[in-house]
Structures are given as structure tokens and as C-alpha cells.
């Protein structure tokens, strides 16, 4: 059997030091990469262009597509100005991001956005963010736990009948969290499927049933052997693509 080819969204990291401090690195976490590789797909990563031919180009390549973490989203694509507790944004990877996404939803490929690439999704389709997790006014937990990847430390309860449930097996779980940034207005054509106990959103899912959006880092869980499921939303994505 011919394994799909899956395109994760790459970033750029810059060289702090070393021999050439300030050289730009295309990359993703390797994370990404091994689930793929373990979930019966072939990992490809799609480094960051600003060439619009180059892109639609690198997505005739794969046959879905994982959009990955990372800056902070570009509050003047939801209308705001920047508040003082935003992070670092980078708009042309909104762009490259947004057109990814763009150009895999015009050829029906499967989509998986994880946290920045949830937000992404949410942005591009209509929808808004709070620029940080001060801003909510509602009680709101700690969603930036800052240490050890691959621990569980607050429970995501997903709709039963839904998508997202359908593809996880599970639909109350303890899970990984790395964002201060939130969705605030989910997009008129998605739906909020996942939240916590504190009402942040956590999972979307559009009409169509090939796109899935998730707050948490699946990718940093699938080798946990408690939370195996979480191999599924990349199960997803391959499945989709085949």
C-alpha cells in the first residue's frame, strides 16, 4: 500500500549564536514528524516561501496537510491593534499558513491544525482571538503549563457525536497545554466540538468532515501509552489522504 504523503507547515528559527549567529533555519519539531511516520504516513515539511507559485506548487505534492505551532497570530486579520501582552508575530507566516490552508481546502485534502494552526484556522474562516489569556474576563485556568511536553495537566471534554469524539474514541481526557493565546469567536462555518472546564475552546470541525482543529499538541503526547488516542488525529489526517 502507498503511504500518503502528509505536509506539515514549517517555520524559521534563527541562530542565537554559534558560527553564523542570526542564520535563518527552516524547520519543524521532529515531533511532528515521528507521528507521522508512526501513524502509516510520510512526513513532509514544507518550509516557509512568500512565492504564492511555490506554495501552490509544494501542495500539489502532499496529500494533506498539518498546520503546526508556533507565533502568536496577526491581530489586525480579526481587526485589533496589538495589546501589550501579545507575543512575537510574524504576518507573512500568517500568510504562507492561511494560504496553505487556502489551497488545501480548494483540493478537498485533509487538514489537521494544531494550536497556532487551530488558531489559523479559526482566524482565516471569520473568526477572532484573545491576544492573551489576561484579557478573558471569565476565570480561566493555566493553559501555558511551560514544562514537560508529554504531561497531561488539564481535562478537554468533547462532544459526544462529533467528529472530533468520533475520531479521538474519547470524549473526557486529561491533556497537554501550551498557548496563551485563545480563541474567542469561533467562525461562522466551524464549530467549537472541545472545551475545558473553564469554557475556552479547544476543538473545531468544519461541515465537511475533513478538517480538524485542536488547542492541545497531539504531537507531543502519541508516544504517551496513557493516551494512545491521541495517535488518532493523525490517523485522521493519513486515512483522509489515502
Known sequence: MIKPVIGISGSVIVDAGGMFPGYRRSYVN?????????NGGVPFIIPYSADEEV?????????GL??????????????EELLPQIGEIWPMRDHFDMLLLKIAEKMGKPILGICRGAQIINVAHGGSLYQDITYRSEKTFKHEQGHTPDLPTHRVKVEAGSLLAQTLGETD??????????????APDLKAVAKTDDGVVEGLENQTGNLLAVQWHPEMLHRNQHIKFMNNLFKFVIEKAR
Open 30 to 38: 521532529d515531533d511532528y514528524i515521528d507521528s507521522v511516520v508512526q
Open 55 to 63: 506554495i501552490k506548487t509544494q501542495m500539489e505534492h502532499v496529500q
Open 66 to 79: 498539518i498546520l503546526s505551532g508556533g507565533h502568536d497570530v496577526d491581530p489586525h486579520l480579526y481587526g
Open 173 to 186: 481526557f486529561l491533556t497537554n497545554s501550551f498557548h496563551h493565546q485563545l480563541i474567542k469567536t469561533v
